[in-house]
């Protein structure tokens, strides 16, 4: 899963603006359409991904002002972006 946002860099948040899915294409992952195991009875390889991957927050405007969260009074549960 991708989520395409706002960087704001002074406060360092992540606003998102519209996510999509990208299939990843490994033969050994459970959530791709190349799963080289019939997924029907279910999976039984150890060797498969079981997990999806965390989103990847890809930043695709940049902002010079802080968030409108931090602008109100602080930051509130908006998803920093430093890791």
Known sequence: QIIDGRYHTPCGHFVSMSTR????????CLFSRRHMHPIAQGCKSQSCVRLMALPVKNPIRLSPSVCSSCQIGGPVAVGAMKS
């Open 21 to 28: 899915v990208q299939d990843c294409l490994r033969p050994n």
